[in-house]
Structure formats: C-alpha cells, structure tokens
C-alpha cells in the first residue's frame, strides 16, 4: 500500500548507457514530480507534471525525458548517461499544484 | 525565480533539549512553506507545513513560525530525542514550484 513506489532502487550503470527509472502513485493525485538529490544533499525539481501535462522544466539537459502514460505514472527515462548524473532521484506526488508534495523513496543512480 | 537559505547546516544537541532552525526566502510570492525530514536512505517526508496567512502552527513537540515581512520561517524541535537525528529540510513554494533549502543535519546525542 504504498503511496509513491519507484523502481529500481539502486541503478549501477556505465556512462553512454540509457536508462529508465519508474515511478507510480496511488493516492489518486493530479500533480507528479521528478527531482534530483546530489551528494551534498541538495534537492532540486527537475520536472513537473499536472494531468500528464508538463508544467515545469528546469534547465535539464535534452538527454533527460520524463513521460506520463496516465495521472497516476511519470517515468523518466536518461539517454547517454554521464558521470555527472550520479546521484539520487526522487518522484514525488501532490493533489494539485502547491499542495502538499509526498516523496517516494528514491532510486539511487551510480554512473561508472 | 526563488532561493532558501537554511541555516544551521549541522546542529548537534543533548538528548532533551530544543532545536531550532532557521530559513529565509526572496520571493515575497511565496505562500506555502513546508518541512521535511529525511532518515538515512529514505525520501523526505512531510513533517509540518504553514501557509502564508499564519504566523504560527504547531503539532506536539514541533512548531513552525513565519515572519512574511522579515521573509523567515523557523522550525523548533522540543525534547528533542534520539530518533530526530536526520536531515530537515525547509522549502518555499512559489511560481507551481517548491524551492527547497540546502539542509540541516541534526544530531541528537543520547
């Protein structure tokens, strides 16, 4: 009965590679999010969706795409996979644009 | 767009006392400002969250107050105990986006 799942948990992967990472929500929320966590433990949006509508986009490079197949999935998938990439994503969910935002448990990314 | 300075970014307390930290913000847009705790491999999770129209809010032994003409907020922890040792993050939220602070570390010694 989780709230907001992501699969995988830990991703090890080479650098050039592409990679998705998924994430699901069951609270019935209209609003999804994807965020990057780097070592120093800085927490910044990447992406946003509201109705699988892209409503946000800070300054990600083009080899990241997140996709929305319905309200309750954002996926984001990373073509080319650099070393700088390493690092901690998080999907977060909300009812609606500046609601209260849950997190999921993050998918560790380590590029080698 | 917004920026959030947290301060202090490492606080190590004696088990019982309180913890208080601190956050400013620039955007006077802001309206809605929530805290965040993140255990050791988990996401973050909701602790406490304050909307622009009050001052003050509070929920067994954490509080949060917000001065929206000084543009800060504040978190306070009391009785602190061991299992409050995390990371805390605060955030403000403006223009459909949470802009978050870069962290306090807390450690409550036993």
């Known amino acids: 009965d989780t709230a907001v799942s992501q699969t995988p948990k830990y991703l090890v992967t080479q650098m050039g590679n592409d990679k998705s990472i998924k994430c699901e929500q069951n609270l019935g929320h209209d609003t999804m999010y994807w965020y990057k966590q780097d070592s120093k433990k800085f927490l910044k949006i990447m992406f946003s969706?509201?109705?699988?509508?892209?409503?946000i986009n800070e300054t990600v490079p083009n080899r990241f795409s997140p996709k929305s197949p319905d309200k309750a999935h954002l996926n984001l998938h990373i073509n080319s996979l650099e070393l700088g990439d390493s690092a901690v994503y998080f999907c977060a969910s909300s009812q609606d644009k500046g609601k209260t935002q849950y997190f999921g448990p993050g998918t560790r990314l380590l590029v080698l | 767009g917004e920026n959030v300075e947290q301060h202090p970014s490492t606080l190590s307390v004696q088990e019982g006392d309180s913890a208080v930290i601190k956050c400013t913000y620039s955007d006077s847009a802001s309206n809605y400002f929530p805290w965040y705790k993140q255990e050791l491999g988990k996401g973050p999770q909701l602790i406490i969250d304050?909307?622009?129209?009050?001052g003050e809010k509070k929920d067994q032994r954490i509080a949060v107050t917000l001065n929206k003409t000084a543009k800060h907020f504040s978190l306070h922890i009391t009785e602190t105990q061991p299992e409050d040792s995390a990371v805390y993050f605060c955030a403000a939220y403006a223009g459909n986006m949470l802009t978050f602070g870069g962290g306090t570390r807390l450690m409550v010694k036993p």
């Open positions: 969706y509201n109705n699988k509508e892209l409503i």
């Open positions: 304050i909307r622009s129209n009050v």
